[in-house]
Nanobody
Framework: QAQVAESGGGLVQTGGSLRLSCAAS????????ISWFRQPPGREREFVAG????????YYADVVKGRFTISRDDSKDTIFLQMNALKPEDTAVYFC???????????????WGQGTQVTVSS
């Protein structure tokens, strides 16, 4: 399975925006569905958004729907998460990973990258 590298996190004020990127590392993942997950401080990792292999279908957790948008570029090797109207409760380390097409909330791998830190100040 492809390894991934997350980037684009940072510090932003409430109501601000960030765009996260998820890029293949070592091999491509263009044939797989990819999802974003996040782990808030002191909590377990949770599903955020998913996208199928060709970008034709997207899925969102209820808490981010309407604010976040997942997409992938033409190469299928870079996944984006556009985050608007950010709230303090969005503060977390954000991860991406390959997932099953039949359930984008389930990672295909137990290996996770370093993630990228998103901090939203009140």
């Amino acid at each position: 399975q492809a390894q991934v590298a997350e980037s684009g996190g940072g510090l932003v004020q409430t109501g601000g925006s960030l765009r996260l990127s998820c890029a293949a590392s070592g091999r491509t993942f263009s044939s797989y569905s990819i999802s974003w997950f996040r782990q808030p401080p002191g909590r377990e990792r949770e599903f955020v958004a998913g996208i199928n292999w060709d970008g034709s279908k997207t899925y969102y957790a209820d808490v981010v729907k309407g604010r976040f948008t997942i997409s992938r570029d033409d190469s299928k090797d870079t996944i984006f998460l556009q985050m608007n109207a950010l709230k303090p409760e969005d503060t977390a380390v954000y991860f991406c990973n390959e997932v099953f097409y039949s359930d984008v909330k389930v990672s295909r791998s137990d290996t996770w990258g370093q993630g990228t830190q998103v901090t939203v100040s009140s």
